[in-house]
């Protein structure tokens, strides 16, 4: 039976509906907007589960309607809750990157694809060449309003946008 660990932001609530829809065994590790600090404790925990569970399967999901990332999108209303500043600067960032690339697209959905795929390098990064086992990592956006899984665009149409000087 394959084994999954699922990234995911807990005010999204998935845990339920991913068990229904992804038939493997499934692990979870949430942080706030799925926005979790590469910083060795957590690499290390993470890698712990990994090899103990010996998960062959990463994914990073997102609800489209993410109270954390629509609020650094739009209203900052939740500006006060500590260790949310770099992830509010960080979907800026996102956001201005997918504008460029679709500015008619979906602006939630392009967002969290910038973020996710940003989110999955730096995991990949840090987890380096964690055994001889393949890890596939991947990313998915839930829509309550369809009620299905929709997986992230790919790294190579989230470009991202340079200045030249």
């Not at 954390?68 to 800026?92: H, N, P, S, T, V």
């Not at 996710?116 to 987890?127: Q, T, Y």
């Not at 055994?131 to 790919?154: M, N, T, W």
């Amino acid at each position: 039976m394959r084994k999954s660990l699922f990234l995911l932001c807990p005010t999204d609530c998935l845990e339920s509906i991913i068990n229904m829809e992804f038939s493997s065994k499934n692990y979870f590790y949430t942080s706030l907007g799925n926005a979790f600090v590469s910083e060795r404790e957590t690499t290390e925990n993470i890698k712990c589960l990994i090899a103990k569970h010996q998960i062959t399967n990463v994914c990073f999901v997102l609800s489209s309607d993410n109270e954390i990332i629509l609020d650094a999108m739009q209203g900052r209303f939740f500006d006060q809750i500590k260790g949310l500043d770099d992830l509010y600067a960080q979907i800026e960032k996102e956001k201005e990157s997918s504008e460029v690339m679709y500015p008619t697209a979906s602006r939630e959905f392009s967002v969290i694809s910038y973020f996710l795929n940003h989110k999955i390098r730096e995991l990949e990064m840090e987890l380096g060449s964690l055994s001889s086992q393949k890890i596939d990592f991947s990313g998915q956006v839930y829509s309550a309003f369809e009620d299905s899984f929709r997986p992230i665009y790919s790294p190579l149409a989230c470009l991202e946008k340079y200045n030249l000087n």
